[in-house]
């Protein structure tokens, strides 16, 4: 086949958006996507080279359309964000996602995550992290040469391209920006936006109320200095009467102090 029909046969090979399976088995695992995924993109929202993604089928290889995996989340360094039906490798300047999320479900069984770690190892996955949240557990992966090491120990530790910790408690795993900030899911987010806009509310009724109460403040001073200008007025007048008065009663030859 000639360098053109290899071509020609290469571009009429599809690679399906969909492989026709759920994000997610159930609600638990479907919460932990999507928090670790919008974690992940509003940690990067102001880089316009990181790509972030949950569920993108990813095809390392061109030609080879069932050479492909769809990470529950993935961060690529050096491509632009933007919509994609899938991350086609070889069209995004041959970069492989650096980082890698799978959540468990009870669905999934040991050889497909067997599978998976192989072909993050064999297609260039730098970070790799396993969290199941039915028992709690947490598996990480760093590249070391051509392999993809286990982490250990993994509870505390600082992923080195995200800079994010992994704190694994008693209970559940918890996500910790740079700033030290926890991941939090679409709920948690949406009740402290709700909290922080009635503390908005509430500060500015209380500043309102207090420009309110200087304005008060404020006549009152005026009243007052208006009430005592009045009486100023008044000693005068009748300081002034009084000088007429006594005026008077020496022009008459009477002493007005007897």
């Given amino acids: 086949m000639t360098l053109k029909l290899q071509a020609v046969a290469a ?4 690679y399906p958006e969909s492989d026709g399976r759920p994000i997610a088995d159930n609600t638990e695992q479907f919460r932990w996507i999507m928090t670790i995924q919008g974690g992940l993109d509003a940690l990067f929202q102001t880089n316009p080279a990181v790509f972030v993604a949950g569920d ?18 993935m961060v690529v360094f050096g491509r632009p964000k933007g919509d994609r039906g899938s991350y086609l490798q070889w069209k995004e300047d041959n ?3 650096q980082v890698v999320f799978e959540v468990l479900s009870p669905g999934n069984t040991t050889p497909e995550m067997e599978r998976k770690l192989q ?5 260039g996955v730098e970070e790799y992290y396993l969290y199941d949240p039915t028992t709690n557990t947490l598996k ?21 391209w ?26 948690e987010l949406s009740r402290e936006y709700e909290e922080e806009r009635q503390a908005r509310e509430q500060a500015q009724s209380w500043a309102e ?8 403040e404020r006549q009152a001073r005026e ?4 009430q005592t200008e009045k009486e100023r007025e008044a000693r005068e007048q009748a300081e002034q009467r009084a000088a007429q008065l006594a005026a008077k009663l020496r022009a008459l030859g009477l002493d007005p102090d007897a």
């Fill in 95 to 97: 970069i492989p996602p």
């Fill in 209 to 216: 109320q207090a420009l309110i109460q200087a304005e008060k």
């Fill in 119 to 123: 072909f993050y190892t064999m297609y």
């Fill in 56 to 73: 993108l089928l990813w095809y390392p290889v061109e030609g080879k359309p069932k050479k492909r995996c769809a990470p529950d989340a």
């Fill in 223 to 226: 009243q007052a200095q208006v």
């Fill in 162 to 187: 995200l800079g994010i910790k992994f704190a694994l408690g008693a209970e559940t795993l918890t996500l910790y920006h740079p700033t030290g900030e926890p991941f939090r899911t679409f709920v």
């Fill in 140 to 160: 990480g992966w760093e590249r070391k040469g051509d392999l993809l090491q286990r982490i250990n120990p993994i509870n505390g530790w600082v992923s080195p």
């Fill in 11 to 14: 571009e009429a090979l599809v």
